[in-house]
């Protein structure tokens, strides 16, 4: 198959991949920026705030990812009916994910409300911050129903092809987290400008107000999505039933049980991570918050090209075009890696000056800027495994994806970090040289499955 890879490629296909693409990695980058700003303005406050908004971070990573994992069902059903052409299952499913979205966002409310005060000591933050820490967590979970209707709905309507909306809806959460966090966080204060001086208001809250901004920022984008699903002329569940109808929700949920699993499976794998990394200390913890922030942007591309390979690929299997899946297949990873390939080197290139935005302190910036340089390198081999499963995802295969992220997570990267910084009492680096193996071997269980073929269940 590799022979084919080199061949001309299909205009038409490109444009079509690209359409569905970029608004996905536009909304990512929105997201991603705001992110380095909400970095930068909280580590203006110092080393203890950056620690104690990172230290809870991957705890949000658990919760979402538990919820993204259920859109998953949903994107695989609804694009495969699509490409069959049968509207009405899409149209049902759709109503379904109103019922996900109510009782997944009612149950995350009473978890991470109730847990709010435990969540930094179960991650091993230190005993200064915590009372920081358990304030910020629970204000930006207060809106967590309309956070699972922006991540469900989104994905709903990215299974159609619609990928413009949720980007748009995501630029407006964006426009209003950053300007509340400039009106929050900081005092009152005058800023000159033209020659001019302006007084410009401040609620001086520091790291609460960075929480408040985000809520507000969450339930605006959750309450605008939900209205213009409503009102959509195709995917509209008005007039569809909430109560469970299992002839849909059980595909949905066979494709994203594995999938919940393995995000569930991972993301606790992260907090653990997280965990044994917050024990190396605040300067450990520091420099691998704004490195993940940092690292988030280099991962654009790939990720906005999985969404668009999970949508094709699921339509071209719902229209049994084998053909059509293979052509996609052999667009989607030449692409993919050639934009993780300059996106990595860019990390490698700029990795001080990116992680100088953030913080001042020289140990922080050395620390984040070799880890992210290792990181780097592995960026190409990344990028083929994450599209290989987005395919995957598309024909709702879930099962491969699920063992093989669950033995990489918890074989290879926290069994390795436990005993090299808890047993060998060695630092960051160590931990993230097991992230990179985790990487690498999830490169290698992604080529064994593209190689075999599970990306395209159709017999020739």
């Given at each position: 198959m590799f022979k084919n890879y080199f061949k001309k490629l299909n205009p038409a296909m490109i444009a079509v991949i690209w359409s569905l693409a970029w608004p996905t990695m536009l909304e990512q980058a929105m997201q991603t920026a705001v992110q380095y700003i909400d970095t930068a303005m909280v580590g203006s406050l110092g080393t203890a705030a950056t620690a104690a908004?990172?230290?809870?971070?991957?705890?949000n990573w658990l919760l979402s990812s538990s919820i993204a994992a259920m859109s998953i069902g949903f994107l695989a059903y609804i694009a495969k009916a699509r490409g069959a052409g049968d509207e009405e299952k899409a149209k049902r499913a759709v109503g379904q994910s109103v019922l996900a979205v109510l009782v997944m966002g009612a149950f995350?409310?009473?978890?991470?409300?109730?847990?709010?005060?435990?969540?930094?000591?179960?991650?091993?933050?230190?005993?200064?911050?915590?009372?920081l820490a358990s304030k910020y967590f629970f204000i930006v979970y207060i809106p967590m129903l309309p956070r699972t209707a922006s991540i469900i709905f989104g994905t709903v309507l990215r299974a159609s092809g619609d990928t413009k909306t949720p980007m748009k809806i995501g630029v407006i959460m964006?426009?209003?987290?950053?300007?509340?966090?400039?009106?929050?966080?900081?005092?009152?204060?005058?800023?000159?400008?033209?020659?001019?001086?302006?007084?410009?208001?401040?609620?001086?809250?520091?790291?609460?107000?960075a929480g408040i901004a985000s809520a507000v920022a969450f339930t605006v984008g959750g309450i605008f999505i939900s209205i213009i699903l409503w009102k959509h002329p195709l995917l509209s569940p008005k007039g569809q039933k909430i109560t469970p109808d299992f002839e849909i929700l059980k595909p949905c949920l066979k494709v994203a049980f594995p999938n919940m699993l393995q995000r569930f499976g991972t993301s606790l794998g992260f907090v653990a991570f997280a965990?044994?990394?917050?024990?190396?200390?605040?300067?450990?913890?520091?420099?691998?918050?704004?490195?993940?922030?940092?690292?988030?942007?280099?991962?654009?591309?790939?990720f906005g090209m999985q969404t668009a390979a999970a949508t094709l690929n699921g339509n071209a299997y719902g229209a049994k075009d084998r053909q059509r899946m293979h052509d996609l297949a052999n667009m989607f990873i030449p692409i993919v890696v050639v934009l993780m390939f300059f996106s990595g080197g860019s990390l490698f290139i700029f990795a001080p000056s990116l992680m100088d935005i953030f913080s001042d302190s020289p140990e922080v910036i050395s620390l984040g800027s070799t880890v992210l340089r290792m990181v780097a390198v592995s960026e190409p081999f990344y990028g083929f495994f994450i599209i290989i499963e987005g395919l995957m995802h598309g024909v709702g295969k879930t099962r491969e994806p699920f063992i093989y992220s669950i033995i990489g997570m918890w074989g290879i990267r926290i069994l390795g970090t436990y005993i090299f910084t808890q047993i060998?009492?060695?630092?960051?680096?160590?931990?993230?040289?097991?992230?990179?193996?985790?990487?690498?071997?999830?490169?290698?269980?992604?080529?064994?499955?593209?190689?075999?073929?599970?990306?395209?269940?159709?017999?020739?």
């Amino acid at each position: 198959m590799f022979k084919n890879y080199f061949k001309k490629l299909n205009p038409a296909m490109i444009a079509v991949i690209w359409s569905l693409a970029w608004p996905t990695m536009l909304e990512q980058a929105m997201q991603t920026a705001v992110q380095y700003i909400d970095t930068a303005m909280v580590g203006s406050l110092g080393t203890a705030a950056t620690a104690a908004v990172g230290s809870t971070s991957t705890v949000n990573w658990l919760l979402s990812s538990s919820i993204a994992a259920m859109s998953i069902g949903f994107l695989a059903y609804i694009a495969k009916a699509r490409g069959a052409g049968d509207e009405e299952k899409a149209k049902r499913a759709v109503g379904q994910s109103v019922l996900a979205v109510l009782v997944m966002g009612a149950f995350f409310t009473a978890i991470s409300l109730s847990l709010s005060g435990m969540v930094p000591v179960w991650m091993q933050v230190d005993e200064s911050i915590r009372e920081l820490a358990s304030k910020y967590f629970f204000i930006v979970y207060i809106p967590m129903l309309p956070r699972t209707a922006s991540i469900i709905f989104g994905t709903v309507l990215r299974a159609s092809g619609d990928t413009k909306t949720p980007m748009k809806i995501g630029v407006i959460m964006n426009v209003i987290n950053v300007v509340l966090n400039f009106m929050l966080i900081y005092e009152t204060r005058t800023v000159s400008a033209f020659g001019m001086d302006f007084t410009i208001f401040g609620a001086g809250l520091g790291v609460i107000g960075a929480g408040i901004a985000s809520a507000v920022a969450f339930t605006v984008g959750g309450i605008f999505i939900s209205i213009i699903l409503w009102k959509h002329p195709l995917l509209s569940p008005k007039g569809q039933k909430i109560t469970p109808d299992f002839e849909i929700l059980k595909p949905c949920l066979k494709v994203a049980f594995p999938n919940m699993l393995q995000r569930f499976g991972t993301s606790l794998g992260f907090v653990a991570f997280a965990s044994m990394i917050n024990s190396l200390g605040e300067v450990s913890t520091a420099a691998h918050t704004i490195a993940n922030t940092v690292e988030s942007a280099f991962y654009i591309p790939g990720f906005g090209m999985q969404t668009a390979a999970a949508t094709l690929n699921g339509n071209a299997y719902g229209a049994k075009d084998r053909q059509r899946m293979h052509d996609l297949a052999n667009m989607f990873i030449p692409i993919v890696v050639v934009l993780m390939f300059f996106s990595g080197g860019s990390l490698f290139i700029f990795a001080p000056s990116l992680m100088d935005i953030f913080s001042d302190s020289p140990e922080v910036i050395s620390l984040g800027s070799t880890v992210l340089r290792m990181v780097a390198v592995s960026e190409p081999f990344y990028g083929f495994f994450i599209i290989i499963e987005g395919l995957m995802h598309g024909v709702g295969k879930t099962r491969e994806p699920f063992i093989y992220s669950i033995i990489g997570m918890w074989g290879i990267r926290i069994l390795g970090t436990y005993i090299f910084t808890q047993i060998l009492d060695m630092n960051l680096i160590a931990a993230w040289g097991c992230m990179i193996a985790h990487n690498m071997f999830m490169f290698l269980m992604f080529l064994r499955c593209f190689i075999k073929e599970k990306w395209c269940p159709l017999k020739e």
